[in-house]
Structure formats: structure tokens, C-alpha cells
């Protein structure tokens, strides 16, 4: 049985996940607390600051992991330009997950992404009709702090995946060139830039058919977030064209108004997206979107 340790295990993300993760993998459970969003006490649960830079701390529960799924994260709050502080103590952990796994020889870091990294795209060209759909590798580039640290996120994994900071000459000095390096160690990472993994409540959008809309296309189901990220520990090989093993994946199920492209999500991890927001919303978007009186106008997000 493959284990695995799970950061942010009293969250939202990790509710959905941990009825599978329990039955399918040993779990190690780490969080800032150990209640649920509705009040419930997360059994197993280690209280554990992972911000915290004395590693040392906490590098036990990372010996004999296989996999590390890395969910923790510190809310952000006051004005948009100060969440720089809040975001920098986010990308600390992710390097403290990182190196914790690295150090502890964990073959695999599966990481909470967000299709904020690159959300400057939707923002100015997907909505605009100047883009159709956004591929996983082009440039992340985002309009907030909270998508710059889930970029950052995905490009320290990729330092850690190209296995370059490993060189080490014969007498255990460093050398950059790699001119005599011993054989590198190449962790493998996949950042997994989730969508919407929340109901649709209609109620909430109220004079707003374009978000709903827009959400309808990034919306992804619990089974299907399960399946993802079960297909991320579990694929095999993860190699990119380049022989790295690091992906970008985005995170929604098979969504008919879907503008992010699953293409390496399905041909490399395998993933089978068994829901559609288009029909497991159908009778609320009948009335809404569509039919007498609606008032959602033609195309993805209502533009004119």
C-alpha cells in the first residue's frame, strides 16, 4: 500500500479526497488544526506549522512516504497589494514540502496548484474571444498575488523535477557545471491547477449569468477530483517530452463550456473525467442561461 502524506488534511479539497484516500493508501495527516469545515474533528490529524523554516521539526513525518499531496495553505487578507506577505509565507511552504519530500527521499509531490496562475489569460483573452482554450504550459502569468505564488509554486517544482541543484563532485564539493556529478535525483511533481470544486448554488449568482457561466466551464465534480489525483500518485511515468517528471495539470471535469485544455491530464496521467457541469446542472441552466425570459445572452460569458 502506497503511503502517502496529506497537507491541509482538515480542508475543503482534502474532505472530498479523504473517503479514498483512507481506503486506498496508508495516510499520514497534517494541518494548522484538526476540524472541518463543518465543525468535525479529522481523526489522525498531526498538528504541524509546515511555514515554520526549522524543517528538523517536522521531517519525521516525511520518512518512509511515497507520495506527498500538498493542500496546506494560509489564507491572505487586507489590501490586494499587501497579499504579497501572506502569498510569500505560502510559497515557503511549498519549499518546505518540497525539500521535506526531497530530503526524505519521497519518490512523488503531487501540489495544489490553481487555474489562477495563469488567470491574466482569462481575464484579458479567453473572455474577450481573443483565446479559445489555455494550454497547461504556456507562460503562467497572473493579475494577483495569490496566482504569482501558485506559478512560483509550479516552477520551484520543476527545479526540484530537472534534478540540476544535485550536482556534487567526487570530494563532495559543489559544481555547477556537473562536470563530475554523481547520478541526480529527480523528484517527481505534479501541480494540479484546480477549477471549481464547489456545488453551483444558482442562488449565489443571482443577476450574474456570465460568472456562472465562466464557472460552469471550470467546475469540477468530487469523484472526478478524486480520480485526478489518485491518477497523479499512481501514474506510473509522468516524464514530460523533455524526460522531466513534472506536469501542470488543470483541474475540472469534462465540461461542454470547458476554455482550459485536459489534453495532458488525460494522455499522460490517464484521467477520465466522468462529469459534465452541462448536465448535472441542466434545469438550473434551463431558466437561467436559456428559455423564456433568460437572460444570459448568446456565447461562454454573455459578452456582447
Same mark, same amino acid.
Given at each position: ?12 479539497i ?11 493508501y ?30 528538523? =521539526?517536522?521531517?519525521? +513525518? ?7 499531496v500538498?493542500?496546506? !495553505? %494560509? &489564507?491572505?487578507? *487586507? ?116 477549477? =471549481?470544486?464547489?456545488? +453551483? ?7 450574474d449569468?456570465?460568472? !456562472? %457561466? &465562466?464557472?460552469? *466551464? ?10 485526478l ?31 482550459w ?44
Amino acid at each position: 500500500m502506497t503511503k502517502v502524506l496529506l497537507t491541509g488534511a482538515a480542508g475543503y479539497i482534502a474532505d472530498q479526497l479523504l473517503p479514498t484516500f483512507k481506503e486506498r493508501y496508508e495516510t499520514v495527516l497534517v494541518d494548522v488544526n484538526d476540524t472541518n469545515r463543518r465543525g468535525e474533528k479529522v481523526e489522525g490529524v498531526v498538528i504541524q506549522d509546515l511555514i515554520d523554516p526549522d524543517r528538523a =521539526a517536522y521531517s519525521a +513525518l516525511f520518512e518512509g512516504v511515497d507520495a506527498v499531496v500538498h493542500l496546506g !495553505y %494560509k &489564507r491572505r487578507s *487586507g489590501n490586494p497589494l499587501d497579499h504579497f506577505f501572506d502569498e510569500k509565507e505560502n510559497v515557503e511552504m511549498a519549499y518546505n514540502v518540497f525539500r521535506s519530500a526531497y530530503d526524505a527521499g519521497a519518490a512523488r509531490v503531487v501540489m495544489a496548484s490553481s487555474n489562477h496562475a495563469a488567470d491574466w489569460y482569462e481575464h484579458n483573452l479567453i473572455h474577450a474571444r481573443k483565446m479559445e482554450s489555455l494550454d497547461p504550459y504556456l507562460l503562467p502569468l497572473s493579475d494577483n498575488f495569490y496566482g504569482w505564488a501558485k506559478a512560483t509554486y509550479e516552477h520551484m517544482g520543476f527545479l526540484f523535477a530537472c534534478g540540476a541543484m544535485d550536482f556534487r563532485t567526487a570530494s563532495g564539493g559543489q559544481d555547477h557545471t556537473g562536470s563530475s556529478q554523481t547520478q541526480q535525483r529527480k523528484l517527481e511533481v505534479v501541480m494540479v491547477r484546480i477549477g =471549481a470544486p464547489r456545488d +453551483l448554488d444558482l442562488t449565489t449568482y443571482e443577476g450574474d449569468p456570465s460568472n !456562472y %457561466k &465562466r464557472d460552469l *466551464g471550470a467546475y469540477i465534480s468530487p469523484r472526478d477530483l478524486t480520480q485526478l489525483f489518485t491518477r497523479a500518485i499512481e501514474t506510473s511515468s509522468i516524464d514530460n517530452e523533455h524526460g522531466i517528471p513534472w506536469q501542470v495539470v488543470y483541474g475540472i471535469s469534462n465540461n461542454t463550456r470547458a476554455f482550459w485544455s485536459l489534453s495532458n491530464a488525460r494522455e499522460i496521467l490517464g484521467y477520465a473525467p466522468e462529469d459534465d457541469s452541462e448536465v448535472k446542472y441542466a434545469d438550473d441552466i434551463r431558466g437561467f442561461l436559456s428559455g423564456p425570459g433568460a437572460t444570459g445572452g448568446v456565447g461562454r460569458v454573455g459578452l456582447d
